[in-house]
């Protein structure tokens, strides 16, 4: 059994679509609290990884448990019965999840996308939900541009609005697929900001970018995945800067003069 602070513990974790495997065989760790970064090339299945931890993809073998539970499964004496959508429902509410896209309703307002899912999922009332949705939208630097509608919004505006809804859900674990990868270039620093905001109060985050500055400054962990497995993983500068593998150092060049 993996410590009581590890909030995820992955090893072994296979996936494959259909004859693809995609996923094989992640030993992967997270502490609480800790900023743990992914990087590696694309196809390498780090989207996938990251959708397995909040049970968007099931895994095929392995063991994967996540805030002390084993992803998908639940124990009945001897036996384990596969989590039904609502058991997974469940689950997933604790555990926000930020993509390239900011998939919010473009026209709805940054308030009003901020309460959808405190208001259907958590069913908290209108007021509780209006209340909630100003302090986090505070908390992401937004709260004056909380009436104007999504689709007038920055991209880096929209991705800020993206993360303040999952903040709403009290999440104790908050996941990144290349946040910043869709934004121009003067936009990517207030996202990275609010996230390095968010590291410092303690949030437990995992995080796949290419933004190495940020996975040096901010990041506790970096792990390369390459070909479905962790290829290496330690210490953020460890691995920028003096990586064992020929081919996370070849990478790394390539991200640098990308
Ligand atoms: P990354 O995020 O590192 O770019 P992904 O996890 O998105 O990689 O994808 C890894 C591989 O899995 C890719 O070859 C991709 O085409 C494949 N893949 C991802 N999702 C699916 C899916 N739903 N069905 C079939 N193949 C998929
Ligand atoms: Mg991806």
């Known amino acids: 059994m993996p410590a009581e602070d590890v909030i995820v513990h992955a090893e072994g974790v296979k996936k494959s679509y259909g004859e693809h495997e995609v996923l094989r065989g992640v030993d992967f760790q997270v502490r609480s609290g800790e900023v743990a970064c992914i990087i590696g090339p694309s196809g ?8 397995t931890l909040n049970g968007l993809e099931s895994v095929d073998s392995g063991s994967l448990t996540v805030m002390g539970e084993q992803v998908g499964f639940s124990r009945r004496g001897e036996d384990y019965l596969r989590w039904s959508d609502r058991r997974y429902a469940q ?50 630097g937004l709260a004056e541009h909380r009436h104007k509608k999504a689709h007038q919004l920055s991209g880096g505006q929209q991705q800020r609005v993206a ?14 697929d290349e946040p910043t990868s869709a934004l121009d270039p003067e936009l990517v620093d207030e996202v ?22 940020f996975a040096r400054e901010v990041g506790d ?25 020929d081919r996370v150092r070849a990478f790394i060049e390539r991200v640098r003069h990308a």
């Open 44 to 51: 390498s299945g780090k989207s996938t990884f990251l959708r």
């Open 192 to 213: 990275l900001s609010t996230m390095q905001r968010l590291a410092l109060e303690g949030m437990t985050m995992v995080v796949v970018t290419h933004e190495l500055g």
């Open 221 to 245: 962990t970096l792990a390369f995945f390459d070909q479905g497995v962790v290829v290496e993983k330690g210490a953020p500068e460890a691995l920028l800067d003096n990586a064992d593998s």
């Open 163 to 176: 993360i303040a809804r999952s903040l709403a859900m009290d999440p104790a674990l908050m996941l990144f």
């Open 91 to 140: 689950f997933r509410q604790h555990i926000g999840m930020v993509f390239q896209r900011f998939n919010l309703y473009g026209h709805l307002d940054a308030e009003e996308n901020v309460m959808l899912s405190m208001r259907h999922v958590k069913g908290l009332s209108k007021s509780k939900a209006e209340k909630r949705a100003i302090e986090e939208l505070e908390r992401v």
